[in-house]
């Protein structure tokens, strides 16, 4: 059975150069080894397929403490025992295989109106795929020397659970830039699903991650350079008559065939990763990482990109928010910690970045990852230090370690109350720690406290993500300096 990778030439965030992401033996055939890709054209500059967070631009009108925005609800571990398998349905019937079929396939650049007729006249289709390449060997290399081979790569599979295969073809970029699943219906073939591809290839990977008995395809629109690759990721299902979206535009920065599926925290349903990088249009500093989708009961969500351990001093304190904010409190508190004690983690400014920039535009692609030298920027230690003793303090308070908590406030006080950068940072806190203990301990008074200050104060924003950060930053808003509400 011929593997459905479509012109796989070479080989997540996505998660993605502006995105986040694992690595495992692959659990189907379909999978194949990692590889660059290299394209026949190098694509224009995507920014908009980058797996980033929605980019919502702060507001300078203060926000009052009875308009608390909410934030996202994340679904919690999903329980496999409420999966319903799904009940096979009648199986179909297809046309009567015959030996003596004339297979008339001329048409090189729509070769599926003549493959489904094929098909329905009783031709197998392995014979008709043989057929095809010949002849299309034979119509643009009558001499024999033959520098381009089409290709048609399909797969034989059961995919609407009727007991019948499914035959699903994809094309090859040069020429039939599609894919269709085929399936029978009272006797004869009819095209159960059909899509157009806008990259170079189209990938499908047929799994059950969600294991209801159905078989999903994960499909990977995928396009790159030898600097470079990047996929735009979905995930169809079968449902009674139709397929239906699971996910959709996911996109990475990493190449499809290092999608690999397998159940990761022992829940009995799979889940769906890939390792991502950067590539050459994205803006420094990246890391590369581990995109995650996960079943929640309805659909696949991403889940909190996984990155490789910070190299700055902000990523240690982005991580640390972003672990917060998914309730995994003891590792955000050992990020925050980094961030404060960590002599070796770097330092980063807009002038790094832009004299980065430089850096690569005149040292071309391998100067990524080695940031220019440039001067320290004195102002980002004591910001992002306070900024993490008040993240530190809010953790506690969220597990009732009311003395610890204010332990965290003193020394943020006692270290830079007098720090002329660090003291806007010191205002927050106050601010919340005032309104939490005039609330009687209220969580949700100290938070509209701190957010409306940081409303009201927008620049102490910028140092702890903003467009100098990178493309795989967070762009900070006034409701990020307080989740817990």
Same mark, same amino acid.
């Given at each position: 059975?011929?593997?459905?990778?479509?012109?796989?030439?070479?080989?997540?965030?996505?998660?993605?150069?502006?995105?986040?992401?694992?690595?495992?033996?692959?659990?189907?055939?379909?999978?194949?080894?990692?590889?660059?890709?290299?394209?026949?054209?190098?694509?224009?500059?995507?920014?908009?397929?980058?797996?980033?967070?929605?980019?919502?631009?702060?507001?300078?009108?203060?926000?009052?403490?009875?308009?608390?925005?909410?934030?996202?609800?994340?679904?919690?571990?999903?329980?496999?025992?409420?999966?319903?398998?799904?009940?096979?349905?009648?199986?179909?019937?297809?046309?009567?295989?015959?030996?003596?079929?004339?297979?008339?396939?001329?048409?090189?650049?729509?070769?599926?109106?003549?493959?489904?007729?094929?098909?329905?006249?009783?031709?197998?289709?392995?014979?008709?795929?043989?057929?095809?390449?010949?002849?299309?060997?034979?119509?643009?290399?009558?001499?024999?020397?033959?520098?381009?081979?089409?290709?048609?790569?399909?797969?034989?599979?059961?995919?609407?659970?009727?007991?019948?295969?499914?035959?699903?073809?994809?094309?090859?970029?040069?020429?039939?830039?599609?894919?269709?699943?085929?399936?029978?219906?009272?006797?004869?073939?009819?095209?159960?699903?059909?899509?157009?591809?806008?990259?170079?290839?189209?990938?499908?990977?047929?799994?059950?991650?969600?294991?209801?008995?159905?078989?999903?395809?994960?499909?990977?629109?995928?396009?790159?350079?030898?600097?470079?690759?990047?996929?735009?990721?979905?995930?169809?299902?079968?449902?009674?008559?139709?397929?239906?979206?699971?996910?959709?535009?996911?996109?990475?920065?990493?190449?499809?065939?290092?999608?690999?599926?397998?159940?990761?925290?022992?829940?009995?349903?799979?889940?769906?990763?890939?390792?991502?990088?950067?590539?050459?249009?994205?803006?420094?500093?990246?890391?590369?990482?581990?995109?995650?989708?996960?079943?929640?009961?309805?659909?696949?969500?991403?889940?909190?990109?996984?990155?490789?351990?910070?190299?700055?001093?902000?990523?240690?304190?982005?991580?640390?928010?972003?672990?917060?904010?998914?309730?995994?409190?003891?590792?955000?508190?050992?990020?925050?910690?980094?961030?404060?004690?960590?002599?070796?983690?770097?330092?980063?400014?807009?002038?790094?970045?832009?004299?980065?920039?430089?850096?690569?535009?005149?040292?071309?692609?391998?100067?990524?990852?080695?940031?220019?030298?440039?001067?320290?920027?004195?102002?980002? $230690?004591?910001?992002? &230090?306070?900024?993490?003793? *008040?993240?530190?303090?809010? #953790?506690? /308070?969220?597990?009732?370690?009311? !003395? +610890?908590?204010?332990?965290?406030?003193?020394?943020?006080?006692?270290?830079?109350?007098?720090?002329?950068?660090?003291?806007?940072?010191?205002?927050?806190?106050?601010?919340?720690?005032?309104?939490?203990?005039?609330?009687?301990?209220?969580? $949700?008074?100290?938070? &509209?406290?701190?957010?409306? *200050?940081?409303?009201?104060? #927008?620049? /102490?924003?910028?140092?702890?993500? !903003? +467009?100098?950060?990178?493309?795989?930053?967070?762009?900070?808003?006034?409701?990020?300096?307080?989740?817990?509400?």
């Amino acid at each position: 059975m011929k593997q459905i990778v479509m012109g796989l030439l070479g080989g997540i965030l996505l998660l993605t150069s502006c995105g986040q992401t694992i690595s495992a033996t692959p659990t189907t055939s379909i999978l194949a080894s990692e590889t660059n890709i290299v394209s026949k054209t190098a694509p224009a500059p995507l920014p908009s397929k980058t797996p980033r967070e929605p980019r919502n631009e702060p507001t300078s009108t203060p926000l009052p403490p009875t308009a608390l925005p909410t934030i996202p609800t994340f679904t919690p571990t999903f329980d496999v025992s409420t999966i319903v398998t799904v009940t096979p349905a009648p199986k179909a019937k297809c046309p009567t295989i015959k030996n003596d079929v004339n297979i008339n396939l001329s048409n090189f650049d729509d070769y599926y109106p003549e493959l489904v007729t094929a098909l329905n006249q009783g031709a197998l289709i392995e014979v008709i795929i043989d057929t095809f390449e010949k002849k299309f060997d034979q119509h643009y290399y009558p001499d024999g020397n033959i520098s381009f081979h089409e290709k048609i790569n399909y797969e034989i599979i059961d995919v609407t659970n009727d007991g019948t295969p499914e035959i699903i073809l994809a094309g090859n970029a040069a020429t039939q830039q599609k894919a269709i699943i085929l399936g029978c219906t009272e006797g004869k073939y009819k095209i159960l699903f059909s899509r157009k591809y806008v990259e170079e290839y189209m990938h499908l990977l047929p799994v059950d991650a969600n294991q209801n008995g159905i078989t999903e395809i994960i499909i990977g629109d995928e396009s790159g350079t030898s600097t470079g690759a990047w996929f735009e990721l979905s995930i169809i299902e079968w449902h009674i008559d139709s397929f239906q979206e699971l996910l959709t535009n996911v996109y990475s920065s990493s190449a499809f065939r290092s999608v690999q599926v397998k159940d990761l925290d022992n829940d009995k349903t799979k889940e769906i990763y890939w390792r991502f990088g950067a590539y050459i249009f994205s803006i420094p500093p990246w890391r590369r990482g581990t995109a995650i989708l996960k079943w929640n009961g309805n659909e696949f969500i991403l889940m909190p990109l996984n990155y490789e351990p910070a190299q700055y001093r902000f990523q240690a304190i982005q991580d640390g928010d972003t672990a917060t904010l998914y309730g995994n409190f003891d590792a955000a508190l050992k990020l925050y910690q980094e961030a404060i004690f960590n002599g070796k983690l770097e330092w980063w400014s807009s002038q790094r970045q832009n004299d980065t920039m430089f850096k690569i535009g005149h040292e071309g692609f391998s100067a990524v990852g080695t940031p220019a030298l440039g001067n320290q920027d004195p102002t980002e $230690y004591p910001r992002l &230090a306070v900024y993490a003793y *008040y993240r530190i303090m809010l #953790l506690h /308070i969220a597990q009732g370690h009311e !003395s +610890d908590a204010g332990t965290a406030y003193k020394t943020l006080q006692q270290k830079f109350g007098n720090d002329q950068y660090g003291q806007p940072y010191v205002q927050m806190a106050t601010a919340f720690w005032d309104a939490y203990q005039q609330s009687t301990h209220k969580m $949700y008074d100290g938070c &509209a406290a701190a957010i409306q *200050y940081a409303a009201a104060h #927008l620049e /102490i924003l910028t140092p702890l993500g !903003s +467009d100098y950060h990178g493309s795989q930053s967070h762009i900070y808003v006034p409701a990020d300096v307080c989740p817990f509400r």
